[in-house]
């Protein structure tokens, strides 16, 4: 078992451009979040996408979008690039009612905006 | 607002000495709590959770809901130890939404 698997490992963007990061769910995991973690500092959440829905959204901007397909793999979009997104984006699978068993974590997409 | 407080960026200690990592966390309702380890050029790894009480490579962590606090604790450092480690607050109003702390980097000198 791979577990969560993310891509790219590293990515450079210009400021405003638009970035899509990519992560597989750890096998029979179906609940994926999205945390992004500045230089320093813990992880923020994102998002949380269940059966293929945001059931939960952390405090980001709408230029931060998601999506999960049927196979439970997801998608973390950035438009409009800034500066400050600059930071380790981290994926998270986990299982309902297995939430408080802990999380799987990628290792996660440095995204270097410039 | 729910809060992770990881007081010290940094802790080192002499191996076989003891470790406290402290957490204090602020959150009304009947929290879950975690302790996740990131070791060098690694992926976050789950430590241990507050649900199951239970003792992880030697580390053992207590909540204590009167200091609102989750400190990690291991009698006996041993060098394999060194890594970044966080703790997390789950509440579930919020679907199960982690809360980090910033982290606390352990440092074990032999």
């Known amino acids: 078992d791979a577990g969560v698997t993310q891509s790219p490992t590293h990515l450079i963007k210009t400021r405003g451009q638009q970035v899509t990061l990519r992560c597989s769910p750890k096998s029979g995991h179906d609940t994926v979040s999205w945390y992004q973690q500045a230089l320093g500092q813990g992880p923020q959440f994102i998002f949380q996408?269940?059966?293929?829905?945001?059931?939960q959204r952390g405090n980001f901007p709408d230029r931060f979008s998601g999506h999960q397909f049927p196979n439970y793999s997801s998608e973390l979009n950035v438009n409009a690039l800034l500066l400050g997104d600059s930071a380790l984006y981290l994926c998270?699978?986990?299982?309902?009612?297995?939430?408080?068993?802990?999380?799987?974590f990628g290792s996660g997409t440095r995204l270097t905006v410039v | 607002a729910q809060r992770v407080t990881q007081p010290e960026k940094l802790l080192s200690v002499f191996k076989g000495a003891p470790v406290e990592l402290k957490c204090n966390y602020s959150y009304s309702g009947s929290p879950e709590l975690f302790w996740y380890v990131q070791y060098s050029r690694q992926r976050l790894q789950l430590l241990l959770r507050h649900i199951s009480r239970e003792s992880i490579k030697g580390f053992t962590a207590d909540l204590n809901k009167g200091e609102t606090s989750f400190h990690l604790k291991k009698p006996f450092a041993q060098e394999e130890d060194s890594a970044m480690y966080y703790c997390a607050l789950m509440y579930t109003d919020s679907n199960y939404q982690l809360i980090w702390g910033a982290g606390t980097k352990l440092i074990i000198k032999p």
């Open positions: 998270a699978s986990s299982t309902p009612r297995q939430e408080f068993y802990g999380y799987t």
């Open positions: 996408y269940y059966e293929e829905e945001e059931r």
